[in-house]
């Protein structure tokens, strides 16, 4: 072969292929990790805890009114199309947490129309189909229990939800339910966990499609397995401990956790530079521009 056909058609050297980065690269981490992250969220809500409240009281106060509509106004028809409502808002409320951790990170200064500017231009970027995500298991969720309901306990009616516990607790029926219901709701749980733990702060930080945040986010579930449980045991032990005072403990502690989780996505999530590489140097037989010298 001639050293024409090898080069070019003017004797040039081929140009490099550009390598191809992987966007979904995550790195192992350790329970360290969420340690760390976790201090550094709790280190976020004192510095900007106007916002961190803010934020904890959407959540807190759309969980405590869907609550209230099918038990203490016994309007149960509305606790369906709250819920989903509240499904599709909280992921937003969370990017408000995740956009200001950012701007510490970065020493970006702090301002109310920024923030929530933020939060307004994300419905028409990839995170509104990732909160569709969400809503979509959550729908999952409201109807297997439904299902279940039926197959086990027949389409009866109970007068009071201390009747429905009764029948719950005291047959076969009902511990059926309890336990083939527990099992089904953690299946649904440990898939919404994994493909969501680091997808929200990836589309806010980065432009990528919603399933490449993902596809990165059971990565680092499946990567750092130990260090994810850890974090979904700590998520969901303090937001039980949270609700004991009438959910008022959701206030402090459900900012953390959004603080916390955008720090977890930088230490499980390399930077873009990183991903990158580093950047072939310049011909020194060429000029600044490119062009032949």
Known sequence: MSTTETNGSDGA??????????P???????????????????????????????????????????????????????????AIAFGMIGPFAAVGLYEVSRRLERNIPLDWPGVLGVIWAQ???ELAWMAFVVLFIQIMWMYQVRLLLALFLGFQSFASFGD??????????GITFLI??????????????????????????????FITAMITSVRSVVTSPRAMIGW????????????????????????????????????????QEVLAGPQPEASSSGSSDGDPA
């Open 164 to 173: 429905f516990l009764q029948v719950v607790v005291t047959t076969p029926e």
């Open 13 to 22: 050297p081929p140009p490099a292929a550009t390598p191809r980065i992987d």
């Open 232 to 271: 979904a045991l700590v998520v969901t032990i303090t937001l039980v401990l949270s609700m004991l005072p009438l959910f008022l403990g959701l206030l402090v502690t459900l900012p953390v956790l959004g603080h916390t989780t955008w720090h977890l996505y930088r230490r499980l999530v390399p930077p």
């Open 123 to 125: 419905r028409k970027r």
């Open 24 to 82: 979904t690269r995550v790195n192992a981490v350790t329970f360290n990790a969420i340690v760390d992250a976790l201090a550094a969220g709790m280190r976020d809500f004192r510095t900007a805890p106007t916002y961190g409240i803010f934020f904890g009281a959407v959540f807190t106060f759309g969980g405590i009114l869907v609550v209230l509509t099918a038990a203490a106004l016994k309007i149960g028809y509305l606790s369906y199309p709250l």
């Open 180 to 209: 083939v219901g527990n099992l089904v709701g953690a299946a649904l749980s440990i898939i919404l966990f994994s493909l969501t733990v680091v997808s929200f702060p990836m589309l806010l930080d980065r432009d990528v499609d």
